[in-house]
């Protein structure tokens, strides 16, 4: 256990930090062969890709059943939300959706290896059918019109979409407000005071 998981997630069970640890691992392994991040970021990875995921599960509601992670990568933020589900009893069903399948084999390789269960789809966003999803996320993706196009079809009806967005999210958010209503709130990233975790709810075409 290295004390940077441990100040990163101090209110967290031994046991959920021992499988972040283990992912950390998994991720500096097979980060050479697929490029699932930025090799630049791997060093700073608890923080730059750990904790700036776990920001989402945070501000989900508790009651979500279904949450659908779109282009999941490296597993950010969908496997860190199933990490942190999983070491807190929820219920609840993480799905990630990543259409390269060495991708999908890695982070099927690390919900086996940590012993989380998540459903890994290794398919186009595009040709998914719709998941009725509670809550939707999304890291560094696609513009927010563009993510908007993707996330709907799979929204429950009083669902939330939790979107990270760097510095130019408000004309994004201006852009899609041309093709689409909702109602959104901006939350300061913990981990890049230019960035957000963008709330977003009642999505709708205009």
């Known amino acids: 256990m290295t004390p940077v998981l441990e100040e990163a997630f101090p209110n967290v069970s031994r046991e959920t930090r021992e499988r972040l640890a283990l992912y950390d691992s998994l991720l500096k392994k097979w980060n050479p062969v697929i490029n699932l991040v930025s090799p630049s970021t791997l060093t700073a990875a608890v923080d730059r890709h750990f904790r700036d995921s776990a920001q989402v599960y945070g501000l989900a509601d508790l009651d979500w059943r279904r949450w ?76 927010l019109p563009a993510l908007f196009r993707l996330a709907h079809p ?24 041309a093709e689409w209503r909702f109602d959104a709130k901006s939350h300061t990233s913990e981990t890049s005071p230019e960035a957000v975790v963008l709330e977003v709810r009642e999505l709708s075409h205009v």
């Open 68 to 143: 659908t992670d779109l282009g999941s990568g490296g597993g950010f933020p969908g496997l860190v939300v199933a990490i942190l589900a999983a070491g807190a009893g929820h219920p609840g069903r993480v799905t990630l959706v990543e259409s390269d399948q060495r991708k999908a084999t890695f982070l099927r390789t690390v919900a086996r290896e940590t012993g989380v269960p998540v459903e890994v789809q290794a398919s186009r966003i595009e040709a998914l059918p719709p998941q009725a999803s509670d809550v939707i996320s999304a890291r560094a993706l696609a513009p």
């Open 154 to 177: 799979h929204l429950a009806g009083n669902a939330t979409a939790l979107f990270h967005k760097g510095a130019g999210w408000k004309k994004e958010l201006d852009d899609a407000r």
